[in-house]
C-alpha cells in the first residue's frame, strides 16, 4: 500500500483566498484523523471521521475550517478565508478497526501570506 | 481524560550516549501505548507500541516497557546514533471500535552530536 497520501506537498497562499487540503487514506482504514502542527502550538487534533462520519471536531479552530468525508477513500480540509495564522503543517492520518495507532501522510506545509 | 506528558526538549547527546525519554499517561480504561518519530520535513511515523502491561515495544535499538504501576513508557536506546535526530511523540489510544482518538504528548526534539 502507498500510504497516507496528502496534496499538495506545499502550498501558498494569499490571506482571503480558500484552500483546501485533500487526503487518502489507507485502503480498509475506517478511521481519519487531521492534525495541525506548528511550533508554537505543537501537534493538534483538528476533527476526526470514523466510516465516514464525524465524531470529534472539537478542535476545529473556528467557522472558517470545515472538513468533508464524502466517502472511505478522501477526505478534505477546507479553510475560508485562510488567515496568516492558518500558516502551519496539516496532517492526515488514517487508522483500522482493530488496532489503535494510526498512521500518518507526508503533510501539507500552508503558508498564507 | 486521557493525557499523555512527556519529558520537555530539546534533548542533545553526544554519539552513542544512552538515551532515556520520560513518558507518563493517565487514561481510563485499558489503552495501548505508542511512541512516534518524526524526521524534519516528514510525517510521524510509528516507531514501536505495546498493547497491554508489561508488554516490551522495540524496534530499531529503541524500546519501551508499559508499567501499568507507574503509568509510564519511558523510551531508551543504549547507543544512539546521528541518525536518530528527530522529534519522539508518546501516545496513547483506546481501542473502541475506531471510535476513540488517540492523544499525544507534546513532542521531545532530540539532537545527537557527532
Known amino acids: 500500500d502507498a500510504g497516507v497520501i496528502q496534496s499538495p506537498r506545499h502550498e501558498v497562499t494569499e490571506m482571503g483566498q480558500e484552500v483546501t487540503l485533500r487526503c487518502k487514506p489507507i485502503?480498509?482504514?475506517?478511521?481519519l484523523f487531521w492534525y495541525r502542527q506548528t511550533m508554537m502550538r505543537g501537534l493538534e487534533l483538528l476533527i476526526y471521521?470514523?466510516?465516514?462520519?464525524?465524531?470529534?471536531d472539537s478542535g476545529m479552530p473556528e467557522d472558517r475550517f470545515s472538513a468533508k468525508m464524502p466517502n472511505a477513500s478522501f477526505s478534505t480540509l477546507k479553510i475560508q478565508p485562510s488567515e496568516p495564522r492558518d500558516s502551519a503543517v496539516y496532517f492526515c492520518?488514517?487508522?483500522?478497526?482493530?488496532?489503535?495507532?494510526?498512521?500518518f501522510g507526508q503533510g501539507t506545509r500552508l503558508t498564507v501570506v | 481524560g486521557n493525557s499523555v506528558t512527556q519529558m520537555e526538549g530539546p534533548v542533545t547527546l553526544s554519539e552513542e550516549a544512552f538515551l532515556t525519554i520520560n513518558c507518563t499517561y493517565t487514561?481510563?480504561?485499558?489503552?495501548?501505548l505508542f511512541w512516534y518519530v518524526q524526521y524534519p520535513g516528514e510525517g510521524l511515523q510509528l516507531l514501536l507500541k505495546?498493547?497491554?502491561?508489561?508488554d516490551k515495544g522495540s524496534n530499531k535499538g529503541f524500546e519501551a516497557t508499559y508499567r501499568k504501576e507507574t503509568t509510564s513508557f519511558h523510551l531508551e536506546k543504549g547507543s544512539v546514533q546521528v541518525s536518530d535526530s528527530a522529534v519522539y511523540f508518546c501516545?496513547?489510544?483506546?481501542?473502541?471500535?475506531?471510535?476513540?482518538?488517540?492523544?499525544f504528548g507534546t513532542g521531545t526534539r532530540l539532537t545527537i552530536i557527532p
Open positions: 501516545a496513547l489510544g483506546i481501542s473502541n471500535f475506531g471510535n476513540e482518538k488517540l492523544t
Open positions: 485502503s480498509g482504514h475506517n478511521s
Open positions: 492520518a488514517s487508522r483500522d478497526r482493530v488496532n489503535t495507532e494510526a498512521f
Open positions: 487514561a481510563t480504561g485499558y489503552p495501548s
Open positions: 471521521f470514523n466510516n465516514n462520519v464525524p465524531i470529534d
Open positions: 505495546a498493547t497491554k502491561a508489561d
